[in-house]
């Protein structure tokens, strides 16, 4: 397999732990082991104290599927394969739906596994380019365009990365109506899920849309535990789960048995966890909205409609990546550049999911002043 390399995830490697201000992470503060399992319930508290370090069941423990399967409205136990992150999902349902010479519409800017993967397995990858122009909308007429008789897939993320654009009801019955159209599966990344700005804006999930719809889930980032590493796909197509899970066989077989419980702990509290997420991004965004009015000669953006980033654009001569580079150079402040996502823009990566962020706002704009005036 040949695959290129993943820009946004190398950037990580290099800076993520190494700077002071990390302004462009995607997920949300994560819980402190203490603070978790303060929320175990009786169960879950045995589960813990009595876990045993083997091998953990492959489609992942049946307590943690039916809990995941509760997230959904149609969903059982048995509609839920769990996995290590989001990532590792996306890897084997490209492998697993598309074959060379199949289709797959991406809407774009994105995460880039959700195109890169695709492209890897051979098949033909049509990117559905969003604009800031049109509010980072997706344009159901070109979208529907651009189905061919091969199109096998269609991905969309939404809470979106990079952008935080949410489609409204009637666009996402519109794209579940062309990929049903089409005999495609509607890949729903919704990985930001319940971190809506507006709850009653939050859409129908992917997988509870009908047996054309997978839902992908994960604990990273609106639920606040990267590192537990587990992510699941979520569907009612039993056939393709069960390919799923055959192919994980060759990946990481089974979960973590720590990380399984800790997951299970907190979505059985998964009022207070997200409540947590959802007071982190609301301050944090707060902050960013005073700036922006403040530097609205310099930076500009279409204010994310969920998840704990947005694309902004630096409106000056510089290009981002030199603006970025000098920033952080002066200030410890790190912003992801809009080209790390192959975007050719002045736009960057803004997250605002982190505790202590004021102080690298502060950086940021301190900076903003003294060299773009
Ligand atoms: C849209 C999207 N999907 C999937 C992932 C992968 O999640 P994880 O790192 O938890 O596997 C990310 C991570 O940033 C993401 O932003």
């Known amino acids: 397999m040949q695959i290129a390399d993943f820009e946004l995830e190398r950037f990580f490697a290099r800076y993520e732990f190494a700077v002071r201000h990390l302004l462009c992470a995607s997920d949300v503060e994560g819980w402190s082991m203490a603070d978790l399992?303060?929320?175990?319930?009786?169960e879950t508290r045995h589960l813990w104290e009595g876990l045993t370090l083997g091998y953990t069941e492959a489609p992942g423990h049946p307590l943690l599927r039916a809990e995941i399967a509760s997230l959904y409205e149609t969903?059982?136990?048995?509609?839920?394969l769990t996995?290590?992150?989001?990532?590792?999902a996306i890897f084997t349902a490209a492998n697993v739906l598309l074959r060379p010479g199949d289709h797959a519409i991406v809407t774009w800017p994105a995460y880039q596994s959700l195109h890169e993967v695709a492209r890897a397995t051979g098949a033909d990858v049509t990117l559905h380019e969003l604009h800031a122009s049109e509010g980072w909308a997706i344009d159901v007429d070109r979208l529907r365009a651009s189905v061919t008789p091969r199109t096998r897939l269609i991905v969309v993320n939404a809470p979106h990365n990079p952008t935080g654009m949410l489609p409204d009801a009637a666009t996402w019955t519109a794209v579940s109506d062309i990929a049903a159209d089409a005999g495609a599966v509607l890949f729903a990344d919704e990985v930001y899920r319940f971190l809506e700005r507006d709850a009653g804006a939050r859409l129908t999930a992917g997988a509870d849309l009908g047996a054309h719809g997978v839902s992908l889930g994960v604990m990273s980032k609106s639920f606040s535990m990267a590192g537990l590493r587990i992510g699941w796909l979520a569907s009612r197509d039993r056939a393709f789960l069960d390919a799923c899970a055959r192919f994980k066989d060759y990946l990481t077989i089974c979960s973590s048995a720590p990380s399984e419980i800790l997951a299970l702990t907190a979505l059985r509290a998964r009022d207070r966890v997200l409540g947590r997420a959802r007071d982190i991004v609301d301050g944090n965004?707060?902050?960013?909205?005073?700036?922006?009015?403040r530097q609205a000669a310099h930076l500009r953006w279409v204010r994310p409609a969920g998840g704990p980033i947005g694309f902004p654009e630096l409106v000056a001569d510089v290009p981002i990546e030199t603006f970025a580079q000098n920033l952080l150079e002066a200030e410890g402040v790190l912003l992801a550049p809009g080209p790390l996502f192959g975007h050719p823009g002045n736009h960057f990566r803004l997250g605002f999911g982190r505790l202590g962020m004021a102080e690298g706002l502060e950086r940021l704009e301190a900076y903003v002043e003294r060299t773009l005036g």
């Open 37 to 42: 399992l303060a929320l175990a319930d009786e």
């Open 75 to 80: 969903l059982a136990a048995d509609d839920v």
């Open 83 to 88: 996995f290590s992150g989001a990532e590792e």
């Open 285 to 293: 965004l707060a902050l960013v909205d005073a700036l922006f009015e």
